[in-house]
């Protein structure tokens, strides 16, 4: 491996393409909560103040904990296995709210979204081993721990760290976020 001051040139060349897409679906979730925020007559200190990500964000998680019920459910035989389809779109769901807190965060306060995509990427390149069964109450126990804190400080630390306990692959979950930005999109069009 070839040196960079600091990095191997794959290391850098993994950071280069993380940033990118982090960046990109930033603009695209910007282009999106435009439509909702201005089509709903509120503001992003509305929801800031209304403490209304941490609510969305619990409620996703609440279909994302849901889609994971056969790593849990000890008391039902009949439980359907976990389909890992659904799983992404959940974990997605996610992704888009903590994303477009970060937006709001930094219209409101000014802080630079380059500070979130640092702490995004360091931790997805945290080489801590995730666990064995992906349960999302295992996993965002710390985030829900903090929730006082939330309205500060966007989790997106959190949402990496959920992301590396479900094993999923960055990549994949930015494809994943492109198709469902284009769905609710969509869905605005027709008075979602």
Known sequence: MVECGGGSMTELMERKAF??????????????????????GITYKDLLEGNRYVSAILDELGELNHELKANWCWWKKTQTPVDDKK??????????????????????????????????????????????????VSAF?????RLSEWNNYPPVSQLMWLMRNLKL??????????????INHQRQDHGY
Not at 104 to 117: D, M, N, R
Not at 141 to 145: A, F, G, V
């Open 19 to 40: 940033v990118t897409r982090w960046r990109k679906m930033l603009k695209l979730q910007a282009k999106l909560d435009e439509r909702i925020v201005q089509g709903n």
């Open 169 to 182: 692959d960055f990549k994949d979950v930015y494809q994943a976020y492109l198709a469902k930005n284009k």
């Open 87 to 136: 799983v992404m779109e959940e974990f997605v769901d996610v992704l888009h709210f903590v994303l477009s807190w970060q937006l709001a965060h930094h219209e409101v306060t000014g802080l630079p979204l380059s500070k979130f995509t640092a702490i995004a990427f360091s931790e997805y390149e945290n080489p801590i081993a995730a666990t064995e069964t992906r349960r999302v």
């Open 141 to 145: 126990q710390p985030m829900m721990l």
